[in-house]
C-alpha cells in the first residue's frame, strides 16, 4: 500500500528552454510559474531551466530577472547556446512566423522537443519537412494552438460532436484577426466526425493595401460530406464589433462563442424550444498554461505529439493558408518561402 501511494504521488517535471523575449514569451513563462494545483492539476509540473535572446545576453537576463528566474535559469545571448544546454527538455518558440522554420530546425537538429508558436510556418512544403524531421528524430513536435486546450473548447466539441446537442451542423461564422477562424474551423468541422479529416474546399478573396500587406481576407469552407459552409473573415485593422465571434449553425439550435475566437469568454448554447445555457470558461493565468500541461503528459509517456493539436491538422490549416494566398495573389519574399531540405 505504502508503494503505491508513493507512486501514484509521482510529479512529471518538464524543463522548458524559453526562445525568444516578446510578448508572448513573457505571458507563456510566466504561466509556466503558476502552482499547479490551483488549476487542478496534480501529475505534471514545469520549470524554467533556460532562457535566450537572439539580441544579447543582457536581454535575456532581464527577461529572467522580470520573471524572477534569474538564478534558477540560465539565460543566453543566442537561440544556438540555449538548443545545446542539457538541462533542457523542451523549446518553446515565441518567434515571428517568418523564423519558426530554421527556429524549430535548429532545436530538433539539436535533440530536442519543440513547442512552437502559431502559426506554424510560412508554407505547408516547411511544416510538412518540419513533421518529417521530428518524426525521424523521434522527437515531440507541436503547435502552440493554445485555443485546442481550453477545458471549456473540449467542453464545445463533446457538445458539438458526442452530444449533438444542436443536431446537424451546417455551418457558422467565424471573425477575427488571422489564423483563428481557421482553427474553429478545423475544431468544429474538419475534425468533426462525420467529416472524417476530409479537407474543405476553399474560395477565397483577399484585399491587399497599397504595400500588399493582407488587410481584409474572407473565405468560405465547403465541407462535402457534412453539407456544411463555414464563412470566414479575417482583418488587420478591424476588430470584432459582435458579442459573439465564432457562430455555429445546426439543424436543432445553435452555439455562439463569445468574446475572442483565441481566448473566449465563454459560449451560449441554444437548442430550439429550450432556454439557452451560458457557459463562462475557466481561466488559469493567461490561459497558455493548459498546452504545456499536455506537453508534460505527452513527453512523460512518450507520444510524439498531443491528441488535441495533431500536426496533421496543423499541415492542414497551413495548406488551407497557402490555398488563400495562392487565390489572393498574396506571396511572400522568396527566401522565406524557402525549405533547406
Ligand atoms: N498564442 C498566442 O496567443 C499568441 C499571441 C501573440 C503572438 N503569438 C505568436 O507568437 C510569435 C511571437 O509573437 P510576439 O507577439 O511575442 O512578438 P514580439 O513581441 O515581437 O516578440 C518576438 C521576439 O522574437 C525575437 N526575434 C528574433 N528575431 C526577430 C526578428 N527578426 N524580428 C523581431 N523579433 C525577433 C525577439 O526576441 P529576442 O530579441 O530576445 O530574440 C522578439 O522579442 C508569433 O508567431 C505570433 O503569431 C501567439
Known amino acids: 500500500m505504502t508503494a503505491y501511494l508513493a507512486f501514484t504521488k509521482m510529479v512529471f517535471t518538464l524543463r522548458w528552454g524559453i526562445m525568444a523575449t516578446g510578448g508572448i514569451a513573457n505571458s507563456f513563462a ?3 510559474l503558476l502552482e499547479p494545483s490551483a488549476r487542478g492539476t496534480e501529475d505534471v509540473q514545469h520549470i524554467i531551466a533556460a532562457v535566450a535572446s537572439s539580441s544579447s545576453e543582457s536581454k535575456a537576463l532581464e527577461f529572467a530577472q522580470k520573471l524572477g528566474v534569474e538564478t534558477s535559469a540560465k539565460a543566453y545571448g543566442s537561440y544556438e547556446q540555449l538548443v545545446r544546454d ?8 515565441a518567434t515571428p512566423q517568418s523564423r519558426h522554420y530554421t527556429d524549430v530546425l535548429l532545436a530538433l ?5 519543440v513547442l512552437c508558436e502559431k502559426p506554424f510556418t510560412i508554407n505547408a512544403a516547411q511544416a510538412t519537412h518540419l513533421t518529417e524531421v521530428a518524426k ?3 522527437l515531440f513536435l507541436m503547435e502552440a494552438a493554445w485555443t485546442r486546450f481550453f477545458p471549456h473548447t473540449r467542453q464545445i466539441l463533446k457538445t458539438l460532436h458526442e452530444e449533438k446537442q444542436i443536431g446537424r451542423i451546417r455551418g457558422g461564422a467565424l471573425l477575427d484577426l488571422g489564423y483563428y477562424p481557421l482553427l474553429w474551423a478545423d475544431l468544429i468541422l474538419s475534425d468533426h466526425p462525420d ?4 479537407a474543405p474546399k476553399v474560395t477565397a478573396a483577399v484585399s491587399l493595401t497599397p504595400k500588399g500587406v493582407d488587410e481584409f481576407t474572407g473565405i468560405t469552407l465547403t465541407y462535402e460530406k457534412l453539407g456544411a459552409v463555414a464563412y470566414l473573415t479575417t482583418s488587420l485593422s478591424a476588430k470584432t464589433q459582435t458579442p459573439y465571434s465564432v457562430h455555429i449553425q445546426g439543424d ?9 475566437p483565441p481566448n473566449p469568454r465563454g459560449y451560449t448554447l441554444q437548442v430550439d424550444g429550450q432556454d439557452p445555457i451560458e457557459q463562462t470558461a475557466t481561466r488559469a493565468g493567461n490561459n497558455l498554461i493548459w498546452q504545456a500541461d499536455a506537453c508534460a503528459r505527452a513527453i512523460r509517456d512518450g507520444q510524439r505529439g498531443c491528441p488535441e493539436s495533431p500536426l496533421e491538422n496543423t ?3 497551413v495548406k488551407i493558408m497557402d490555398e488563400v494566398r495562392r487565390q489572393g495573389k498574396f ?7 524557402d525549405t533547406q531540405r
Request: no cysteine; glycine share 14%.
Open 315 to 317: 499541415l492542414a490549416i
Open 136 to 138: 525521424s528524430k523521434g
Open 195 to 198: 467529416n472524417g479529416k476530409a
Open 331 to 337: 506571396v511572400f519574399p522568396s527566401p522565406l518561402e
Open 30 to 32: 510566466s504561466d509556466l
Open 252 to 260: 436543432k439550435g445553435t452555439l455562439m462563442i463569445s468574446g475572442t
Open 86 to 93: 542539457e538541462a533542457v527538455d523542451i523549446i518553446y518558440i
Open 109 to 113: 537538429g539539436a535533440g530536442k522537443h
